[in-house]
């Protein structure tokens, strides 16, 4: 399974951007995938994420601002994010985790920067 995320950039507080993860190879086998983000000197924390029985946003400060969403055809999961605050500023993950071998597969990461 390989990921490709983009999206990212520089947006000012207030503004908007959506992330997308695009997956490829044995996509079938995908079991879930999620967006993570890591900010400078923190933890890489959950965002939200999708499993074969919906999506939700995991981190309260995300609520109401963030949708997570799924395309099955394009193989690829959307992260849309509105009214963002510079607090969101991080490098954004995403991740796909196959069940049947035990192994996630991360993307390269996209820097979402928001200015005050």
């Known amino acids: 399974v390989q990921l490709q995320a983009s999206g990212g950039g520089l947006v000012q507080a207030g503004g908007s951007l959506r992330l997308s993860c695009a997956a490829s190879?044995?996509?079938?086998?995908?079991?879930?995938i999620a967006w993570y983000r890591q900010a400078p000197g923190k933890q890489r924390e959950l965002v939200a994420g999708?499993?074969?029985?919906?999506?939700?946003n995991y981190v309260d400060s995300v609520k109401g601002r963030f949708t997570i969403s799924r395309d099955n055809e394009k193989n690829t999961v959307y992260l849309q994010m509105n009214m963002l605050k510079p607090e969101d500023t991080a490098i954004y993950y995403c991740?796909?985790?196959?069940?049947?071998?035990?192994?996630?597969?991360w993307g390269q990461g996209t820097q979402v920067t928001v200015s005050s």
């Open positions: 991740k796909a985790y196959v069940h049947a071998v035990m192994t996630d597969y």
């Open positions: 190879g044995s996509t079938s086998d995908i079991t879930s």
């Open positions: 999708c499993t074969n029985g919906g999506c939700t």
